[in-house]
């Protein structure tokens, strides 16, 4: 009998080729961040670390024979949406640079993080300034927030690690353009809120076009952490200021304390630049750079950003939002907290490499370097005088750091609802100032509903 | 010794053989479908009844929690909700209504015409062609308290209509604001339907009516108007669908402010999805994104009833 011909072999050929092409493409997806023992990948979402980590990067090489490859993706919203497309494909690099305190505990939460606790030794933490030693690790206050229901840090234990600090900073800084201000009879930063009020009012009325206060209240938080909180923190300090986010209505932003903050905030109502609402961050920072306002509320961070789009640092005056004179604390400073810290990755192939890369990191010489090319300031403690490792301009911020009571820590978040969400409570400060579309005791009521709604699901 | 095959058995083995093959041509096809719409669409439904960040390898499974919380039970996401749906209807109510008020005298005119007829077409195109982010962005630049509006507006001695914050910048110029550019980037693709539906119509009716005494005012209203009543329930299901679903504008524009005045559901949702500091909350975007499919099939099937009427 003579084998019939079998048509259908060549279709099924080509379902077979389809489905061999599907399967191997899937299984090649896997390895694309991947490493090996002579590299580790680094993902950051901050575009200006990126030639600072490259060339600490080079020398590591030249030292252990390791490359590091740091790949930037942005903004913010869209590195996080890579990391979870990685996660879900298990293709997650070696490194990750993270949001201290934030993002490390939620993907440390998820599983996508090594626990570090026990390869960060004292020894190691002994070159980071004191009080960001602890960041980037389960505190008892983050793991009693991570019990409550719908906690995005739910099934994290106390003690572990899942990151190291990369950079510190804070919030609150008030930048200056000195020019303007010496116009205007003005030579030194103010004391006090009232002095600053004041100083606003001379410069407005000196220049009314461009006297004013810019701050990128796109992202509502920016005027509510940024500006307002400090002010309040030295105006209550820090009991009665933790109150106001509190359960006990005698004290929160409804209450006469919180309204007579709101009033003392809404003083500079006049003085915001026009427009400054519908500005992103980067945007107030460059009306500021165009001479489009005087002040700039910003951070630590804000300096990097004005001298790479121009600004002539030696031309700013800075200075911490101050608190009002009858304020409880009468020297108000920022305390320094972790903004960013590298975590290593739970599917790394080479761990031994990576936690040798943060050693290295934290190295005094190694940070200053990666701090004079960021322009970003480093978590290594550079000894009594910053300056001569960093520079001036960040050494100065450096030696401005305070701790203690008087200190404003805008990292420490521990008193704050565990579903707290900012842009909405700042989008209805936002309605008080510099909207006026609520009074300061309306704006109070609502702040206080909002927060209430989050103790609910305490 | 060959076997001689029998004609049916023959006849059964060539259509099996072209059958195969008719399915190895359409497998890629059912596959892509498989994967990117019926998984998809099973993921995000299933998904709506969870709660996820996107990070942890299982879901939290919540019932009809979402939807409960979006609509009503929760005191921190049903409000922004409400508030959203708000500004969305006013958005859905505008932007059709000025997209036709706009559109079909547009069109009228310029079907009537005689010369420059292709560029004056081109022209008016023009914000179809160009829309997208650019385009936006240079309308936030435009609007804002030094820009080009302002500008105009005082140089004419028209000052008391410029806005000192910006369009954008006042809680109640900012959504108004957002309804025109909306508009003006919705209203070429209803001109140039109105046209092609101008171009339809029988000129042995226009020419009767003219006949009649009935000057251009009449013939546009009593002629041309209800024989393009079709075109214009298709120009408004359109709109109403941009209005509904999109927020691209938004985002870009003002990120739903000044505050939360220019929020609606489209952008709640993609802030529910994307930007919610890594919130579980995937399920509350899936849950709300349902929300507004339901939404847009009660609008198609209201339509679908106006055209059996209407035509």
């Known amino acids: 009998m003579t084998p019939q011909p079998r048509a259908w072999r060549p279709a099924l050929a080509v379902v077979m080729i389809l489905a061999l092409g599907a399967g191997t493409s899937a299984c090649s997806g896997g390895d694309d961040a991947g490493s090996s023992d002579k590299t580790l990948t680094l993902w950051t979402f901050k575009q200006s670390h990126v030639k600072a980590l490259q060339q600490a990067a080079e020398g590591f090489t030249k030292e252990t024979g390791i490359t590091v490859k740091v790949e930037a993706y942005g903004p913010d919203d869209v590195f996080v949406t890579k990391v979870q497309a990685a996660a879900q494909t298990g293709n997650l690099p070696d490194l990750i640079e993270v949001h201290a305190n934030g993002d490390d505990l939620t993907f440390g939460a998820s599983g996508l993080l090594a626990d570090l606790s026990k390869d960060v030794d004292e020894a190691w933490l002994g070159a980071y300034l004191p009080p960001v030693r602890p960041d980037g690790s389960v505190t008892d206050a983050y793991y009693k927030q991570s019990q409550a229901q719908d906690s995005k840090i739910k099934g994290i234990k106390p003690g572990q690690r899942f990151s190291v600090p990369l950079t510190v900073g804070t919030f609150g800084i008030v930048y200056a353009d000195k020019r303007r201000l010496a116009a205007a009879g003005i030579t030194a930063a103010p004391a006090t809120w009232e002095e600053f009020v004041a100083d606003l009012q001379k410069v407005k009325a000196k220049d009314p076009a461009t ?39 005698a004290a929160t932003f409804s209450s006469p304390d919180g309204v007579r903050m709101l009033e003392t905030y809404g003083q500079v109502t006049p003085y915001w630049m026009p ?109 009594a005088d910053p300056s001569t490792a960093v520079g001036p301009a960040l050494g100065a911020m450096m030696k401005a750091f305070g701790s203690g009571p008087s200190a404003y820590n805008p990292g420490d978040t521990s008193y704050r609802p565990s579903t707290y969400d900012g842009p909405t409570v700042a989008s209805v400060l936002m309605d008080y100032t510099p909207l006026q579309t609520k009074s300061a005791a309306a704006a109070g009521a609502e702040m206080t509903k909002v927060i209430d709604s989050y103790w609910t699901k305490q | 010794m060959a076997v001689p095959i029998a004609p049916g058995r023959r006849r059964r083995g060539i259509r099996s053989a072209e059958a195969a093959w008719g399915y190895a041509f359409v497998a890629p096809a059912i596959v892509l479908f498989a994967v990117m719409g019926v998984y998809t669409i099973g993921y995000g439904f299933s998904l709506s009844f969870a709660t996820w960040n996107g990070f942890t390898p299982q879901w939290h499974w919540v019932g009809l929690r979402n939807y409960a919380d979006l609509l009503w039970a929760s005191p921190r996401y049903a409000p922004l909700v409400h508030q959203a749906a708000l500004h969305t209807a006013w958005v859905m109510l505008a932007v059709p209504v000025l997209t036709v008020v706009v559109a079909f005298p547009l069109a009228v005119l310029l079907n009537s015409v005689r010369r420059l007829r292709t560029v004056l077409r081109s022209v008016y195109f023009l914000p179809q062609v160009t829309s997208g982010i650019a385009v936006y962005f240079a309308w936030v630049y435009v609007l804002q308290p030094d820009g080009a509006i302002n500008l105009l507006l005082r140089s004419l001695g028209l000052g008391g209509l410029s806005q000192p914050q910006g369009f954008l910048g006042n809680p109640a110029t900012a959504l108004p604001t957002l309804i025109g550019i909306t508009v003006w980037s919705s209203v070429p693709v209803a001109m140039l339907l109105y046209l092609a539906g101008l171009q339809s119509v029988d000129p042995a009716l226009i020419e009767a009516a003219r006949l009649d005494g009935a000057g251009a005012w009449r013939v546009t209203r009593h002629v041309v108007w209800p024989l393009l009543r079709p075109i214009t329930a298709i120009v408004i299901l359109l709109a109403l669908r941009d209005s509904l679903q999109g927020f691209q504008t938004f985002l870009i524009m003002t990120n739903g402010g000044p505050g939360n005045h220019t929020n609606v559901l489209g952008l709640q949702t993609y802030r529910l999805a994307f930007l919610s500091q890594l919130d579980p909350t995937l399920g509350l975007a899936s849950a709300l994104g349902w929300l507004l499919f339901l939404a847009a099939l009660v609008l198609a099937a209201v339509n679908l009833r106006a055209m059996r009427r209407l035509t």
């Open chain 1, 275 to 383: 427009g400054t609402q519908s500005l992103d961050i980067d945007a107030a920072d460059l009306a500021f750079v165009q001479g489009k306002s005087t002040f700039d509320i910003g951070g630590t961070f804000t300096l990097a950003f004005l001298a790479q789009n121009g600004f002539d640092a030696a031309n700013v005056l800075t200075f911490p939002v101050p608190a009002p004179a009858a304020g409880v604390v009468k020297n108000l400073s920022l305390a320094p907290f972790t903004r960013t810290g590298v975590s290593v990755s739970a599917t790394t192939k080479n761990r031994a490499g990576a936690l040798q890369w943060l050693k290295y990191l934290a190295k005094a010489d190694v940070a200053a370097t990666f701090a004079k090319e960021a322009l970003d300031i480093p978590p290594t403690d550079l000894g």
């Open chain 1, 211 to 249: 006297g004013g206060v810019s701050i990128g209240l796109k992202s509502p938080t920016t005027g509510l952490e940024w500006f307002m909180q400090p002010m309040a923190y030295g105006l209550l300090g820090a009991d009665r200021f933790h109150a106001l986010w509190g359960k006990d209505k």
